[in-house]
């Protein structure tokens, strides 16, 4: 199916453990976001990648680790695994050319992962 | 840096009466700005964005915005609200200059009521 989409759509964890949450987009484009979502906090940044092997920590990124060795995917971990990333996760993806910001564009979001660690 | 202010945390509108949902930036220059709304258990959809030209912004499913850079606002309208426009909606802003990414505010719960 086209689009972008996240896995698993609900995770519960226990705190320590490790944590990966899928993205995987379809049109190839080159940027790509994680964001959390917490009530009173709208949407926060943790990590972005502009192109395969290019990421970049965001506003978050604290016992976050992420990695983009295809264009397609990029894999959010959490290493350990703390209360406080109780969360609902989006990744989203936007597309660029020479000259023209993301921004231009917008950004499609995944519907979200939401994680429990208990 | 970049940032967002959406000053009521809920609003409540009677179904057919018009709407407005305030967004109020802070950056130098001109931004980029969008509107997202949020059904439960969804993602994001992009509403409407500005970021140069024609101050008064149209978007999907009969929103519009205007950008007022005197007053640093991007207010989302629409004349007539329809149930299903029961949503979170979320303003965000993004820097023209190095890296662009999207700041979002903390988002507006709409309610609808019959």
């Known amino acids: 199916d086209a689009g972008i989409t996240q896995s698993p759509r609900y995770k519960i964890t226990e705190t320590g453990r490790q944590v990966t949450l899928m993205c995987h987009q379809t049109?190839?484009?080159?940027?790509m976001f994680w964001y959390r979502q917490d009530l009173g906090h709208g949407l926060r940044l943790i990590y972005y990648s502009a192109a395969a092997d290019i990421t970049d920590k965001g506003e978050v990124p604290d016992g976050y680790v992420v990695s983009r060795s295809k264009t397609e995917n990029f894999p959010l971990t959490l290493e350990s695994a703390t209360r406080s990333q109780t969360s609902v996760y989006f990744c989203?993806?936007?597309?660029?050319?020479?000259?023209?910001?993301?921004?231009?564009?917008?950004?499609?979001f995944g519907s979200g992962t939401r994680l429990t660690v208990v | 840096a970049q940032s967002v202010t959406q000053p009521d945390i809920h609003i409540t509108v009677s179904e057919g009466a018009s709407l407005e949902l305030r967004c109020n930036y802070s950056?130098?220059?001109?931004?980029?700005l969008f509107w997202y709304v949020q059904s439960p258990g969804q993602g994001l959809q992009l509403l409407l964005k500005y970021f140069s030209g024609d101050t008064l912004v149209q978007g999907i499913k009969g929103f519009e915005a205007e950008f007022k850079r005197s007053q640093s606002s991007f207010n989302l309208r629409k004349p007539s609200v329809h149930w299903s426009d029961a949503a979170e909606y979320f303003c965000?802003?993004?820097?023209?200059?190095?890296?662009?990414?999207?700041?979002f505010g903390t988002g507006t719960r709409l309610l609808v009521s019959p």
């Open positions: 049109w190839s484009h080159s940027y």
């Open positions: 950056y130098g220059a001109t931004p980029y």
């Open positions: 989203a993806s936007s597309e660029s050319s020479r000259g023209m910001s993301p921004l231009n564009y917008g950004y499609t």
């Open positions: 965000a802003v993004g820097a023209n200059t190095g890296f662009q990414k999207l700041v």
